[in-house]
């Protein structure tokens, strides 16, 4: 086998049981009262801000203990955190001591800000506003302690300052940012928000692996490079979600403006509109909005979000918040609403819903955590009592839920603690077929990888053409789509290790590509000089040759047989035209063929730029113009 075959078979061996992995589950395919998911976290609770250190949301104000052998964090929640070392943040219920402070008015100020006598410090006047600034002069002059060339080093929106009675020289400042101490009179600063639980996140926008995205409650958008790692500001993933929500709260104001009363939820499928008010009434349209029935009065207070059920967008499950009724269902497209809160309660705080339509399983995120009942939502019928479902989930609120059907995942917003996903009850029975590579549910290609989640599969065909198995678990298999098929799609049977056969829709186009990823959407990303594979430790720099492995770019040439691994030396070379961007940078392809020694994979070669910005970057593929998924790569400028 050749250098450059090599030095995939690990990454290809990572892929295949990485993706069955992922979709492997232990759960029966309804969940009993009193099951728990199992749930694991995807990336850190601190935030890639371009600052001294890792940031975090805001904190409302810091103190030292007399000793100063102890730093206190008050979040805006009013949660209290400690640490002892400067690095890992435990809870604690001790309040901020009671103080007097004289603060002097100041000859003048740098810039508006608030002046405040820090504790700890008996002879210093500070000013907190975009910066930190501080004055030993009674005001006359200011030093300003958190500018590096420009903006602050430590972010903006200064709130509080504390200084170590036993060293006045350790400064911590709580900000917009989270917390930063200095030990040197802020001639240098580090972030103290790696392990401090103050990620403030408010809604799921994307669960594509390699692609996870979510919102702070302050509107800031951020991408998850590392499953492992913290998250950051992508400008191209902000764009695309602040372009989501800005059309979002213009369909809340459109819905407005035609109804007459403030909207507070906007969502639909399909034909199907649903509006919800400040007030609790609901208006459902089947015309995407140009009509409104009559509205229908779901509860007490602001509808907050809906579900709908995109296969029958009649169903629906409404948010309201205030008393009484918290989560309200309709099977009539909005005719009429049926309050299923049951034995929620009318004081626990509800935040989304969502439904699992292969188990009939619903689960809501509320202040006390998550909850799972079983709800028909064909039918008025009586749903189940609520059962906790939030297992080893840190105790806090959940603030949004979503469902990935291809990877048969739910993902779970947490506040202050980021993004967690767990198997669906029902993925280890429904059978699904998704891509190989990035387990999306995009058309396969000839000569693609697909995988078929969610039991034993031995055999695979459609008419006379037969897929052939590459690897095959109890959970999942995957296999390679035979060159020989064509657009627009086949019906795929697949023979399980019982009895009778299950038939599947297949959609076919030419080209599908898609950048292989791991489990936690990591992208196999190669230096084709080094032959090592690139991780959160080792980023990309300018003038880097990089190898990638993908699949669906389609026919090769020469023709080359199904099944069959391809040669080590001059294998067959991909038809479509194929191109590689960065960041919307068109990069140079030098190589698109298929990968040696393997089936189903195509090995892309990459020249990057002499010029590269530093930080998280978006690399995909396009192949005769059909897009691959967009993966994170970590880029350091040299």
């Not at 009193?34 to 371009?50: C, E, F």
């Not at 903006?151 to 350790?170: C, K």
């Amino acid at each position: 086998m050749s250098h450059s075959a090599t030095r995939w078979q690990a990454a290809v061996v990572a892929v295949l049981t990485a993706s069955a992995a992922w979709g492997q589950s232990s759960f029966s395919p309804s969940l009993r009262p009193g099951t728990s998911l199992a749930w694991r976290k995807l990336g850190q609770s601190s935030i890639h801000a371009d600052l001294a250190g890792l940031a975090s949301g805001p904190v409302a104000s810091v103190w030292y203990s007399p000793d100063g052998g102890t730093l206190f964090a008050k979040l805006p929640s009013g949660q209290t955190f400690e640490t002892t070392d400067f690095e890992r943040w435990t809870r604690t219920e001790t309040s901020r001591p009671e103080s007097n402070p004289q603060i002097l008015v100041p000859v003048s100020l740098p810039e508006p800000a608030r002046v405040v006598a820090a504790s700890g410090d008996s002879h210093r006047e500070w000013a907190l506003g975009r910066n930190l600034f501080v004055s030993e002069d009674a005001g006359k002059t200011w030093t300003n302690m958190s500018a590096g060339s420009g903006d602050p080093v430590i972010g903006e929106g200064q709130r509080d300052v504390a200084v170590d009675a036993a060293d006045s020289g350790t400064v911590a400042v709580a900000n917009e940012y989270g917390v930063w101490q200095t030990r040197d009179n802020g001639k240098s600063w580090a972030g103290l928000n790696d392990n401090l639980p103050n990620l403030p996140v408010a809604r799921i926008l994307s669960t594509k692996r390699g692609a996870f995205r979510i919102a702070l409650n302050d509107g800031r958008t951020l991408a998850l490079a590392d499953a492992r790692g913290s998250w950051s500001v992508s400008k191209a993933e902000s764009a695309k979600a602040e372009g989501g929500l800005a059309a979002e709260a213009q369909e809340r104001q459109q819905a407005g403006k035609s109804l007459g009363v403030e909207i507070t939820a906007v969502a639909h499928a399909g034909d199907y509109t649903y509006a919800g008010s400040v007030d609790g009434r609901i208006w459902a349209s089947r015309d995407r909005g140009a009509t409104w029935g009559a509205p229908q009065v779901a509860g007490h207070g602001a509808v907050g979000r809906f579900f709908i059920d995109a296969e029958a967008p009649r169903a629906a499950l409404a948010v309201i918040a205030g008393t009484g009724s918290h989560v309200s269902r309709t099977v009539s497209g909005g005719a009429v609403w049926d309050d299923i809160t049951g034995n929620l309660g009318d004081d626990v705080g509800v935040h989304a819903a969502v439904e699992d339509r292969a188990s009939q399983t619903a689960f809501v995120a509320t202040d006390a955590g998550i909850f799972s009942a079983h709800v028909d939502l064909n039918a008025v019928v009586e749903p189940s009592p609520w059962t906790p479902v939030t297992g080893s989930l840190p105790k806090t609120r959940v603030m949004d839920l979503a469902i990935d059907a291809a990877s048969g995942q739910m993902f779970a917003a947490l506040d202050g603690y980021g993004l967690f996903t767990a198997p669906l009850p029902s993925s280890a029975s429904a059978l699904r077929i998704t891509n190989a590579a990035d387990f999306s549910m995009r058309p396969a290609a000839p000569g693609s990888l697909i995988s078929v989640a969610g039991g034993k599969v031995t055999s695979a065909s459609a008419g006379d053409l037969e897929f052939p198995l590459l690897a095959s678990s109890d959970f999942e298999a995957q296999m390679q789509v035979p060159f020989e098929a064509k657009a627009p799609g086949v019906d795929l049977s697949i023979q399980g290790a019982g009895a009778g056969a299950t038939t599947l829709p297949l959609a076919v186009q030419s080209v599908s590509p898609a950048i292989f990823i791991d489990r936690d959407g990591a992208p196999f990303v190669v230096d084709a000089d080094s032959g090592l594979t690139l991780g959160t430790a080792d980023a990309a720099h300018p003038r880097m040759r990089l190898e990638l492995m993908a699949t669906g770019l389609g026919r090769v040439r020469p023709d080359w047989p199904t099944g069959v691994p391809a040669p080590a030396e001059n294998t067959p070379k991909v038809v479509a035209g194929v191109q590689a961007y960065l960041d919307g940078v068109p990069l140079e392809v030098s190589k698109a063929a298929l990968a040696p020694g393997y089936v189903g994979y195509y090995l892309v070669e990459i020249q990057l730029p002499a010029v590269l910005n530093a930080g998280p970057a978006e690399l995909y593929l396009v192949a005769d113009g059909q897009e691959s998924n967009r993966v994170s790569l970590m880029v350091e400028a040299q």
